[in-house]
């Protein structure tokens, strides 16, 4: 008489570790390259992920972008290793109390950031003020389980962005320890998300993935 088969044992899958991008496309974001230097960032950003080799998270790309009027799901969440990245392209205004309740939706859907997923990374791409009711759309992405507990990231583009702008991100933010970046120049928009890409990737490789500290210090080294 054969041998039973013994079932091997199979090792769960990789729980999703996800990075949400709110990328402000308005119309100002065509002047001095702004544009064409986030669309860079994010695709060799969305690259770095997709090199990342871990079985303990697997890294999850979306990007929301607000401008015109409305915002919308430029990037679904996808695996790193799935997302084949297409260029945005600026016009209009800037909604960005839109893009905190499409956020705090996508947060919320299980069917797309599952209950076993760690906790997200969100970061907030803009160079101007909001056109719309941003306040009470914040309030609720605060509030929210995800939304609240969110490693949460924030980058001012240009010379223009004045307090009153840099007064959003750090609402956005929502803890003194962490400023939001200040990119005068198109250019340092690309180390700041390598800044990010090293914050999530260090995470996902981490014993303690949900641990959402990070140390400035790396991203004044980057700066250099």
């Not at 949400?20 to 994010?42: F, P």
């Not at 607000?66 to 209009?92: I, N």
């Not at 859907?109 to 076993?116: G, H, K, L």
Request: hydrophobic residues 45%.
């Amino acid at each position: 008489m054969a041998d039973p088969v013994v079932a091997r044992p199979v090792a769960p899958p990789p729980r999703p570790l996800p990075v949400l991008i709110l990328a402000d496309v308005s119309g100002s974001m065509a002047e001095g390259g702004k544009i064409d230097v986030l669309n860079r960032s994010i695709a060799t950003m969305i690259r770095s992920f997709a090199a990342e080799d871990t079985l303990r998270g697997e890294i999850v790309v979306g990007v929301v972008t607000f401008g015109g009027v409305e915002a919308s799901l430029h990037q679904p969440l996808a695996p790193a290793t799935e997302v084949v990245w297409q260029d945005m392209r600026p016009y209009g205004r800037t909604p960005l109390g839109q893009a905190f309740d499409l956020v705090n939706r996508l947060l919320a859907d299980e069917s797309v950031v599952p209950r076993r997923a760690f906790t997200p990374s969100l970061v907030l791409v803009s160079d101007g003020l909001p056109t719309d009711e941003w306040r009470e759309p914040l309030e609720r992405l605060l509030a929210s389980p995800r939304g609240g507990k969110a490693a949460r990231l924030a980058v001012g583009v240009g010379q223009d962005m004045d307090e009153d702008a840099f007064d959003v991100l750090r609402a956005f933010i929502h803890n003194p320890a962490i400023p939001p970046f200040r990119a005068d120049e198109a250019h340092q928009l690309s180390r700041y998300f390598s800044w990010v890409t090293l914050s999530v990737t260090t995470r996902a490789r981490s014993a303690r993935p949900n641990d959402v500290s990070m140390s400035m210090d790396e991203l004044d080294d980057l700066l250099g």
